[in-house]
């Protein structure tokens, strides 16, 4: 564990992204500034629920990851612990987070059915404590009764991550009436309270709502039984979000040495080295979307690993499947640019790299540790438009 974790105040394991391999989350640009969100988390008492902490650090990172557009938003925000940590995040990814309460506790108008005999809870808090915890940045603050309120939202809202913490069957129906059609495909709704056993209501609403719907509901291990939807994705719908990665820019270099590029390589190559990536298996292939309707040459900065004598290397090249090129690598002629044209309309674009032999530095060099079956070095590569 690294040294920012020492005083992790919680014995119990969390995820190795944020423990072990902390440093190298944080390298590949992680969100998730661990200690202080936990501390703002907790406020002024003990840190407490440490699985929602780390169940909602991984939510935005995958919102961050698949490029879920859309704001955030929370109803049933009171002393606003979970709505500190989606502001905090709101502003790292630049959204707005919608914080919806009374401020006051439970409305009278949502002591009905199975909720009849609840006591009236959540009075401890108000607008103003809540403003002075969460900040104003990329925050807006909705005071009163929801669904009245909802007309203080954006008519087009649209929302990556929704946080429903109302307790009560009505609330709790009526968020999730209005937010459902507005949460983005592949964007989650959480429910508090849904598998508690305290919270009758919480649990009726949300079966009713969903039993038929897409989408299914799963129970996240937290104190309070929480559950999580993601918004069904409807098939053949425009690209996917692996796809929108594989999309890379044309007439720049993309060096294969950055963790962002591991979208685009797909099968068959190593682990990112800084100066870029080893293919490691009998093929190494990459995807890329290329933009429709132009006519492209992928250029390829690459070379091979080449034992001692004067060996050649052969590696030979398709595209989807056909035959493209065949490289062949020598000590005079090794590393540099070697392009492809990409057929036109294809995408996307699955380029295979097959090397007719490999080599093993160990094989060559005893003292070496190395013994992967070194086939061509890919540093980085570049979509060059016709003219470019």
């Not at 109302?166 to 059609?181: H, V």
Request: overall charge negative; some cysteine; aromatic content about 10%.
């Amino acid at each position: 564990m690294n040294s920012e974790l020492k005083q992790w105040p919680y014995d119990g394991a969390i995820p190795q992204r944020f423990s072990t391999n902390y440093r190298r989350y944080k390298e590949r640009g992680g969100l998730v500034e661990l200690a202080e969100d936990a501390e703002a988390y907790a406020g002024a008492r003990p840190i407490e629920d440490v699985p929602r902490l780390m169940f909602l650090n991984l939510i935005f990172d995958q919102i961050r990851k698949e490029g879920i557009c859309g704001d955030f938003a929370e109803l049933g925000v009171y002393q606003g612990q979970t709505a500190v940590l989606l502001a905090r995040n709101a502003r790292r990814l630049d959204r707005t987070v919608w914080l919806l309460d009374t401020y006051e506790g439970f409305d009278d108008k949502d002591f009905t059915g199975i909720d009849v005999a609840t006591d009236k809870l959540f009075r401890d808090t108000s607008l103003e404590a809540v403003r002075r915890r969460v900040g104003e940045g990329h925050a807006r603050f909705i005071q009163g009764y929801f669904p009245e309120t909802a007309v203080q939202l954006p008519g087009d809202g649209q929302y990556a991550l929704v946080h429903i913490d109302t307790d009560l069957y009505a609330p709790i129906m009526s968020g999730l009436e209005y937010f459902y059609p507005r949460v983005i495909p592949g964007g989650y709704i959480v429910v508090h309270d849904y598998g508690s056993l305290a919270w009758a209501g919480a649990e009726k609403a949300v079966d009713e709502f969903f039993a038929d719907k897409a989408e299914c509901v799963i129970h996240i291990p937290d104190s309070a039984g929480s559950a999580v939807i993601r918004k069904a994705r409807a098939p053949g719908q425009g690209p996917t979000w692996l796809a929108a990665r594989q999309a890379l820019a044309p007439n720049e270099w993309h060096l294969t040495g950055q963790a962002d590029l591991g979208t685009v390589l797909t099968r068959g190559w190593s682990s990112p080295e800084g100066w870029g990536v080893w293919g490691v298996d009998a093929e190494h292939a990459l995807t890329i979307a290329p933009p429709p309707g132009e006519a492209l040459t992928l250029e390829c900065d690459v070379g091979a690993f080449l034992p001692p004598g004067g060996t050649s290397r052969i590696i030979e090249v398709s595209i989807n499947g056909d035959p493209a090129a065949i490289w062949r690598f020598t000590p005079e002629q090794n590393n540099g640019i070697r392009e492809l044209q990409l057929p036109p309309g294809a995408n996307p674009c699955s380029i295979a790299f097959r090397p007719r032999e490999a080599g093993r530095v160990r094989d060559f060099y005893p003292e070496s540790k190395d013994d992967r079956p070194l086939g061509m070095a890919l540093r980085r590569l570049r979509l060059r438009a016709a003219g470019a």
